[in-house]
């Protein structure tokens, strides 16, 4: 069965520094698109930053020079380094797995999200 369990939310003060992490199962983590998405209380959920099979990255203009998104292709594992946080930075954050099927499909699969608040 497909599992995505995130893990290192909490709470930071601005400027400080947190790292998500994403533990993944029961799919071709090698071949998939991994990606972190947020959603703030109010908000519809968005795109933080993926990384594909091919290790590129991509992210949001909002945490451009902020996060680095890296993957693990031997543990199945994603991270999500979160510098200079601030308090807009507060959301759940979620994993996310896109894993091609057949020559033009994807399934996705979700974590249950963690919790990053930015305060003083």
């Known amino acids: 069965q497909e599992q995505l369990v995130e893990s290192g939310g909490g709470l930071v003060q601005p400027g400080g520094s947190l790292t998500l992490s994403c533990a993944a199962s029961?799919?071709?983590?090698?071949?998939?698109?991994m990606s972190w998405y947020r959603q703030a209380p109010g908000n519809g959920r968005e795109l933080v930053a993926s990384v594909d099979a091919h290790a590129t990255p991509t992210y949001a203009d909002s945490v451009k020079g902020r996060f680095t998104i890296s993957r693990d292709d031997e543990e199945d594992t994603v991270s999500l380094q979160m510098n200079s946080l601030k308090p807009e930075d507060t959301a759940v954050y979620y994993c996310?797995?896109?894993?091609?099927?057949?020559?033009?499909?994807?399934?996705?699969?979700w974590g249950q999200g963690t919790q990053v608040t930015v305060s003083s």
């Open positions: 996310q797995a896109a894993e091609p099927i057949g020559r033009y499909g994807t399934l996705e699969y």
């Open positions: 029961g799919f071709m983590f090698r071949r998939s698109t």
